[in-house]
């Protein structure tokens, strides 16, 4: 007979068991590893000390070197969307919906989940403290794609043109969580110090933390105090260079304020810290453009005494040669029984650290999401581990459809085929010099079949847009800018000089209406907070089949055309003038009313 007795008896028991289980799951989020990924913008297998750079000065990331495991064979895209999207989803960058940096083809599809949600979902608090430059409206923002908290700049680098108007690396104004926030000093140290701040208050809530910290440096324009570039000009490096090792000097600086808080705060045993970089090198091989050095990795004319370094490797930034895509990877956790510092040469990728940390982590990745990558764990853990050859691909688009072979590289331990043709032996010529590829036919036939294959793969969403929301309550008004028109052959003003330059070009939008009904659309030349007028009489848009026009008062900085809009995707153009190759509104503000 089930008496009173029994009852309380049960609910003393199940209330023990409560307790016993919440203490089990602290007991488990104290033993999960924090995670810190830092990566830089630009920075290049070459721009470090420990690779080999007698001019830079790295102290930090050469110690770093020294207390990690080094992936030396690691690859990423060749610019900066792609590879961003790639290594938080594990899924090749073209996947995504991703392939350039501008033109509506640097936004991250929705539906894709990133490493930030699966940590979340599995307890982790989740910060991201820099650069996205994967779309800056929803549903595609950072804190729309598991980042709790968001402390980030606009578009793909300080001064594009979604980035706060004004900003030049020194107390700007970055978005914070979605809201314009003014901070003081430079832009790196007000990233690194809003990540500690976070790091911070995880230790004081004792729960486990992913910190993506992507910074924005070493991008151009490559602007820096004087005190970090001014000694490299004095050693003969050129003006463009010595900003360019100035601003990672900055970076290595910060990193050793990080890993000595982490010190401090007794998190470094348990954390997971990871540096790595996001494509070839962009000023630190010899060009003082801000750019590359030649297809073979020479230096251009002009150049001062120090020639640049590139660590042997042919072509920079952008390029589907080695120096394009071959970059740093160091990998620290001291409680995570890696064994001893040491390089693994293997051929490794960006779509690789997702599985990998979600393994180390125990974090189950769902199979449904058809992850690219492999975990590298096996290779981290057993240094005598079999591991059996691979074949990875990585590509430079850069256009508004994918070109196949365009720009790519085929990848094995041994081999590379580039753009289909050119086949070196990576291992005999590091440099890339010889093309053996009428050498070894069969070895051209097997890559290019591979390719084959994956380009099938790839393609299903070259057709597709990522679209923009308008009409949601998670961003209403949105506000759209020309970075992200789709314009064919057509210039893009993807930065705020093209703007301020009176650049005449035009493009559409891909948007999505998320509810029908009244919407009002606020044009603009320039931005609210530079006041300037339009210099146009008349505006019109177009939003699927329809169409609106307002007259434009005289010297009126904005103009607002409301409209009726049924739910559904559409593309989206204005224009200021009654001509079809009338420049655009750069700036757009699209509220549902």
């Known amino acids: 007979m089930f008496t009173a007795r029994h009852l309380i008896i049960c609910l003393i028991l199940a209330l023990a068991s409560n307790t016993w289980l919440d203490a089990a799951r602290a007991a488990d989020a104290a033993a999960q590893p924090n995670i810190i990924l830092v990566i830089t913008d630009d920075q290049g297998y070459g721009d470090i000390g420990a690779h080999g750079n007698t001019m830079i000065r790295t102290p930090n990331l050469d110690r770093l070197h020294g207390q990690s495991i080094r992936l030396t064979d690691y690859h990423v895209d060749p610019t900066c969307s792609p590879t961003r999207s790639a290594l938080l989803t594990g899924r090749y960058s073209s996947r995504t919906g991703v392939w350039h940096t501008i033109m509506g083809r640097s936004i991250m599809a929705s539906d894709e989940v990133t490493l930030a949600e699966l940590l979340h979902g599995a307890g982790y608090r989740t910060a991201a403290f820099g650069k996205w430059h994967l779309g800056d409206n929803y549903p595609c923002r950072p804190q729309d794609q598991g980042f709790e908290h968001t402390v980030v700049h606009g578009g793909g680098g300080i001064g594009q043109t979604p980035d706060f108007w004004g900003n030049d690396y020194f107390d700007d104004t970055f978005w914070v969580d979605g809201s314009p926030t003014k901070f003081e000093g430079y832009c790196t140290d007000v990233f690194f110090r809003e990540a500690l701040k976070f790091i911070e208050k995880c230790k004081g809530e004792g729960k486990p933390f992913f910190v993506y910290l992507p910074t924005n440096v070493p991008h151009g324009p490559f602007n820096v105090a004087e005190k970090y570039s001014k000694p490299y000009v004095q050693k003969g490096v050129p003006q463009a ?38 494509n070839g090198t962009a000023g630190g091989a010899g060009s003082t453009g801000g750019g590359r050095a030649d297809a073979k990795g020479k230096n251009k004319k002009g150049d001062s005494t120090w020639p640049g370094f590139n660590a042997g490797m042919r072509a920079t930034k952008g390029s589907q040669y080695e120096g394009g895509h071959r970059v740093p990877f160091f990998i620290r956790w001291p409680n995570g029984k890696l064994g001893q510092p040491r ?20 974090v189950k990745v769902p199979a449904e999401l058809k992850i690219d990558g492999t975990s590298l764990v096996p290779l981290l853990k057993d240094q005598k581990v079999e591991w059996s050859d691979r074949t990875l691909f990585v590509h430079s688009q850069r256009i508004e459809l994918p070109k196949k072979w365009k720009t790519s590289a085929v990848m094995t331990e041994q081999w590379r085929l580039i753009d289909g043709k050119s086949l070196y032996d990576i291992k005999a010529d590091p440099g890339q010099q010889n093309d053996i590829a009428g050498k070894h036919p069969a070895v051209v036939e097997k890559l290019r079949g591979e390719y084959d294959k994956w380009w099938d793969s790839i393609s299903t969403r070259f057709d597709d847009y990522v679209r923009i929301a308008i009409g949601s309550e998670k961003e209403n008004p949105a506000r759209l800018t020309a970075h992200d028109w789709h314009t064919g052959d057509g210039p893009v003003p993807w930065n705020q000089n093209m703007i301020k330059a009176n650049t005449r070009a035009n493009g559409y939008w891909a948007i999505h209406v998320e509810k029908a009904g009244r919407y009002a659309f606020t044009l603009r ?69």
Not at 561 to 571: N, Q, S, T
């Open 525 to 593: 030349r320039f931005p609210a907070e530079e006041g300037k007028p339009i210099g146009a009489d008349v505006a019109r848009i177009q939003v699927g089949d329809a169409k609106a026009f307002s007259s434009i008062a005289k010297d009126a900085t904005s103009v607002t055309i409301e409209i009726d809009l049924k739910a559904g995707p559409a593309k989206f153009q204005s224009w200021f003038g009654e001509g079809e190759k009338d420049t655009g509104a750069f700036f757009v503000e699209v509220e549902r009313k």
């Open 241 to 278: 260079m010595a900003n360019f090792y100035g601003m990672i000097e900055n970076a290595d600086e910060n990193m050793g304020v990080l890993m000595k808080k982490l010190d401090d705060w007794k998190l470094a045993e348990n954390t997971i810290l990871i540096f790595t970089t996001d």
């Open 343 to 362: 390089d693994i040469e293997a051929i490794t990728a960006h779509i690789d650290v997702l599985p990998t940390l979600c393994d180390l982590t125990g």
